[in-house]
């Protein structure tokens, strides 16, 4: 599984390289992670934000974008790495040409959305 997650997690790196951290986020705070997946997704945390500590932002480009907030960088680091695996599991979907998209895709998708924005 270790294996498996290190592969996975290959293909994310620094968002646009690691120029945004220092930087103001969407949140109002300061970026201190930042990470893109192949142009297809980001993730953020933030620090000191208008309603947290932490925040994390993240989006797939064209489907979602959500924040979640955290009283401790611990919490969102943990998070921050589950978040990856779960948008990860998501774009891996659409792999799936859209003419066998049936309610089975439907339903892996929506649960997926689900547990993404409901952690």
Same mark, same amino acid.
């Given at each position: 599984?270790?294996?498996?997650?290190?592969?996975?997690?290959?293909?994310?790196?620094?968002?646009?390289?690691?120029?945004?951290?220092?930087? $103001?986020?969407?949140?109002?705070? &300061?970026? =201190?992670?930042?990470?893109? *997946?192949?142009?297809?997704?980001?993730? @953020?945390? %933030? /620090?000191?934000?208008?309603? $947290?500590?932490?925040?994390?932002? &993240?989006? =797939?480009?064209?489907?979602? *974008?959500?924040?979640?907030?955290?009283? @401790?960088? %611990? /919490?969102?680091?943990?998070?921050?790495?589950?978040?990856?695996?779960?948008?990860?599991?998501?774009?891996?979907?659409?792999?799936?040409?859209?003419?066998?998209?049936?309610?089975?895709?439907?339903?892996?998708?929506?649960?997926?959305?689900?547990?993404?924005?409901?952690?």
């Amino acid at each position: 599984m270790a294996n498996i997650k290190k592969k996975l997690m290959a293909s994310w790196i620094a968002f646009e390289d690691g120029k945004s951290i220092g930087s $103001s986020g969407s949140e109002n705070g &300061m970026i =201190i992670k930042d990470e893109e *997946f192949e142009n297809s997704a980001r993730i @953020t945390i %933030e /620090k000191d934000g208008q309603i $947290s500590p932490f925040s994390i932002t &993240m989006g =797939i480009y064209g489907l979602t *974008f959500h924040t979640n907030f955290y009283s @401790t960088f %611990e /919490k969102a680091d943990d998070d921050f790495q589950w978040f990856k695996l779960k948008i990860e599991e998501i774009l891996n979907l659409f792999e799936i040409k859209e003419e066998k998209r049936d309610s089975d895709w439907n339903g892996k998708h929506n649960q997926l959305l689900y547990e993404l924005t409901n952690r």
